[in-house]
């Protein structure tokens, strides 16, 4: 059990682990961050990325959506929404992680969330709905799209 006093002694340990792709020991860290500071957004999103690269995509999900639920502004809202979207696609619950890209969509304009949403109206195999995004996606970041593009022909 870590013995740390300061929300930032947990994020620097944990990143420590995650380097040293230990995601097991950043995940039992995770926990013991929860259990210090239950109310931290940061503590609850490191939790969601641990359990996420262990497997664990109920918890991370899970997770995601309480740091979600804790964010304090735009970027931290995208970021959650990336990681819940990412567990719900590992569930096979497309739908639902489109709909959490979705909700942040338009706070900020997003390469990420556009390209993601980009793949997951694909496997909901709604074509129009992808070229909608991919549309959005060019207007952001033309280079991605492209790169994209030609990498799905196999370029």
């Known amino acids: 059990m870590a013995i740390f006093s300061k929300k930032s002694a947990f994020a620097r340990q944990f990143i420590i682990f995650y380097k040293n792709e230990d995601f097991q020991k950043a995940y039992e860290l995770g926990k013991e961050f929860t259990a210090k ?34 964010a304090a502004n735009d970027d931290d809202l ?11 696609f590992q569930l096979g619950e497309h739908t639902q992680a489109y709909d959490v890209l979705k909700s942040v969509e338009f706070r900020k304009p997003s390469d990420d969330v556009e390209h993601a949403l980009f ?13 909608k995004h991919m549309d959005r996606l060019f207007a952001i970041n033309e280079k991605l799209a492209i790169n994209l593009i030609l990498g799905s022909i196999g370029m």
């Open 119 to 131: 793949v997951l109206a694909l496997a909901m195999d709604d074509v129009d709905l992808a070229m």
């Open 78 to 88: 995208i970021v959650c929404a990336l990681l819940i979207s990412c567990a719900s």
């Open 37 to 70: 500071y239950p109310d931290e957004m940061l503590a609850h999103f490191l939790l969601a990325k641990s359990a996420y690269l262990l497997g664990r995509y109920d918890e991370a999900k899970t997770e995601a959506r309480k740091a979600f639920n804790r």
